[in-house]
């Protein structure tokens, strides 16, 4: 079901996405003009949201994956600075020195792809979005505790479907 969006309720929450996107960016003027770019977005395509996520997590998405593209296009590689992904792997080695085998990357991203919503959202946002546990639970409604359980039930599925593949 469509939800009309106004110009108010993206207004409302443009500081929130600015602050997710300085946290993945890093540097004030990329996530500025990110941010303008996903509020360019949403307008035009405003009439395609659907209101199965909130407004702020469709938001997210869309910054997100301006964001990567970005750093795709400028030749970086995507890091984890809070050492979260390193928290994956349980045999000693690191996540992050697997990320840079692009073959080994793609399996970590190909396992997170086929991982069940909200499974995925909520890791997604904890590593890559560096949220803290408390904005989670916000975006989706819940406690923090239910923030912190579905994010190690997906760690726990992560880790162990990569260990089926064979990449730890």
């Known amino acids: 079901m469509a939800k009309d969006i106004t110009y108010e309720m993206l207004c409302a ?4 996405v600015y602050r997710y996107l300085f946290s993945l960016c890093r540097n004030r003027e990329d996530a500025e003009d990110i941010t303008q770019e ?9 009439d395609g949201f659907a209101s199965e996520s909130s407004l702020y997590t469709w938001l997210c998405a869309i910054g997100k994956n301006l964001w990567l593209n970005r750093c795709r296009a400028a030749g ?6 809070d050492g979260v992904i390193g928290d994956l792997a349980s045999d000693g080695g690191s ?14 991203h190909r396992v997170l792809h086929g991982l069940d919503e909200p499974y995925k959202e909520v890791f997604s946002l904890r590593v890559f979005g560096q949220l803290a546990f408390s904005d989670i639970a916000r975006i989706f409604g819940k406690t923090e505790s239910w923030a912190r359980v579905t ?8 880790v162990d479907e990569m260990k089926k593949e064979g990449l730890l």
């Open 38 to 46: 996903v509020f360019l977005r949403a307008m035009r395509a405003k």
């Open 151 to 158: 994010y190690h039930r997906a760690k726990n599925r992560i």
């Open 13 to 16: 929450e443009y500081e929130a």
């Open 95 to 108: 996540l992050e020195d697997a990320l840079c085998e692009k073959d080994t990357a793609m399996g970590i």
């Open 76 to 81: 970086r590689e995507v890091q984890d600075g």
